[in-house]
T-cell receptor, first 112, second 115 residues
Framework: LAKTTQPISMDSYEGQEVNITCSHNNIATNDYITWYQQFPSQGPRFIIQGYKTKVTNEVASLFIPADRKSSTLSLPRVSLSDTAVYYCLVGVMNSGNTPLVFGKGTRLSVIA | DTGVSQDPRHKITKRGQNVTFRCDPISEHNRLYWYRQTLGQGPEFLTYFQNEAQLEKSRLLSDRFSAERPKGSFSTLEIQRTEQGDSAMYLC?????????????FGPGTRLLVL
């Protein structure tokens, strides 16, 4: 599985757009990218997932360049409730027995 | 609420006791995963079931850890002879096979404290 690297922490003010970039230089052809959000004392919550280009849902956007060696999670107009740890993961398509490998994630602190 | 439930949410036990945790996955999900998470770290994979078959268990931390999914629905994780180092959050996740991308949905976790 491709190793991921993301910043340990980020700070942002309320109302700003936050972009968290994850590098995965060794991503393979059949790998996809998933982002999770985790609040203290809760399980990770799925945010968004993609293979290439851009994916958008009601919560976030995911930008993946053509070489797929990195991805950027974009959170529009963050609020205090977006303070959490964000994990970038690479998973293998159609392979349930290849476990997800979580790093330490990016701790986002949103300031009023 | 993702639809994955875990019970209990909190467990305090004394060193040497056995503990058992239960996970109820989303009903149509055939895959079930157990993870452990310690403070400041991301979740660490422990084991995985597809239906009732345990397809990966080499990552279980020791032979004191065991998991079952007898009817392919709920699962239990047991820790025998608990040690203080077992104190952690134990997370369960479920997913549905047959899709090119697999999205795992996590439960709220069971926080274990071993005294």
């Amino acid at each position: 599985l491709a190793k991921t690297t993301q910043p340990i922490s980020m700070d942002s003010y309320e109302g700003q757009e936050v972009n968290i970039t994850c590098s995965h230089n060794n991503i393979a052809t059949n790998d996809y990218i998933t982002w999770y959000q985790q609040f203290p004392s809760q399980g990770p919550r799925f945010i968004i997932q993609g293979y290439k280009t851009k994916v958008t849902n009601e919560v976030a956007s995911l930008f993946i360049p053509a070489d797929r060696k990195s991805s950027t999670l974009s959170l529009p107009r963050v609020s205090l409730s977006d303070t959490a740890v964000y994990y970038c993961l690479v998973g293998v398509m159609n392979s349930g027995n290849t476990p997800l490998v979580f790093g330490k994630g990016t701790r986002l602190s949103v300031i009023a | 609420d993702t639809g994955v439930s875990q019970d209990p949410r909190h467990k305090i036990t004394k060193r040497g006791q056995n503990v058992t945790f239960r996970c109820d996955p989303i009903s149509e999900h055939n895959r079930l995963y157990w993870y452990r998470q310690t403070l400041g770290q991301g979740p660490e994979f422990l084991t995985y079931f597809q239906n009732e078959a345990q397809l990966e268990k080499s990552r279980l931390l020791s032979d004191r850890f065991s998991a079952e999914r007898p009817k392919g629905s709920f699962s239990t994780l047991e820790i025998q002879r608990t040690e203080q180092g077992d104190s952690a959050m134990y997370l369960c996740a479920s997913s549905r096979s047959g899709r090119w991308e697999e999205t795992q949905y996590f439960g709220p976790g069971t926080r274990l404290l071993v005294l």
